[in-house]
Antibody
Framework: EVQLVESGGGLVKPGGSLRLSCAAS????????INWVRQAPGKGLEWVSS????????YYAGSVEGRFTISRDNAKNSLYLQMNSLRVEDTAVYYC????????WGQGTLVTVSS | DIQMTQSPSSLSASVGDRVTITCRAS??????LNWFQQKPGKAPKLLIY???SLQSGVPSRFSGSGSGTDFTLTISTLQPEDFATYYC?????????FGQGTKVEIK
């Protein structure tokens, strides 16, 4: 069974940093592009970033470019999102999702940026 | 960036109704269009990929059509468990973009 489990969310002050993790199981993690997608409270879905299977390429939404860094460790079946210079508008549930089709999603982890 | 526009933003329907949601891309995306269902407090679930292919395990009352810039999600006979928010998403080019969502509510 494909599983994606996010962790690392929490409350952080504006300007602070946070590192999210996504633990994968039930499939060959190293064969897939993985994405981060977020959803602000009461709002729609916003793609944040993606990384190809061997970390060859990374992509970012304009709203996070230069502040967020996506990475992965295929030996640990894990995906990461390092978030720096956090803003109030980064408050959201952050999901990891598999592949370009976004065919499997984790349950999400809540990041709250507030003073 | 490719903009995705869904209509309507919300609709009220009854169990048994036929429901159609449309999604328009700001430029041609061929058939790189996916549809998702999201229920409150849950992660989105992939329903349709490649504009018209049904994801494994999704009931056959869901169908998708379209290509280029205009796409449609149809629920042939609405069931109680189908009341949710639906999103289209283009995977043609980065950045990946979603429609704003269509909330299907009980009439």
């Amino acid at each position: 069974e494909v599983q994606l489990v996010e962790s690392g969310g929490g409350l952080v002050k504006p300007g602070g940093s946070l590192r999210l993790s996504c633990a994968a199981s039930g499939f060959t993690f190293s064969s897939y592009t993985i994405n981060w997608v977020r959803q602000a409270p009461g709002k729609g879905l916003e793609w944040v970033s993606s990384i190809t299977s061997g970390s060859e390429y990374t992509y970012y939404a304009g709203s996070v470019e230069g502040r967020f860094t996506i990475s992965r460790d295929n030996a640990k079946n894990s995906l990461y999102l390092q978030m720096n210079s956090l803003r109030v508008e980064d408050t959201a549930v952050y999901y990891c999702a598999r592949d370009g089709m976004l065919d499997f999603w984790g349950q999400g982890t809540l990041v709250t940026v507030s003073s | 960036d490719i903009q995705m526009t869904q209509s309507p933003s919300s609709l009220s329907a009854s169990v048994g109704d036929r429901v159609t949601i449309t999604c328009r891309a700001s430029q041609s995306i061929s058939r790189y269009l996916n549809w998702f269902q999201q229920k409150p407090g849950k992660a989105p679930k992939l329903l349709i990929y490649g504009a018209s292919s049904l994801q494994s395990g999704v009931p056959s009352r869901f169908s998708g059509s379209g290509s280029g810039t205009d796409f449609t999600l149809t629920i042939s006979t609405l069931q109680p468990e189908d009341f949710a928010t639906y999103y289209c998403q283009q995977g043609h080019s980065n950045p990946v973009t979603f429609g704003q969502g269509t909330k299907v509510e009980i009439k």
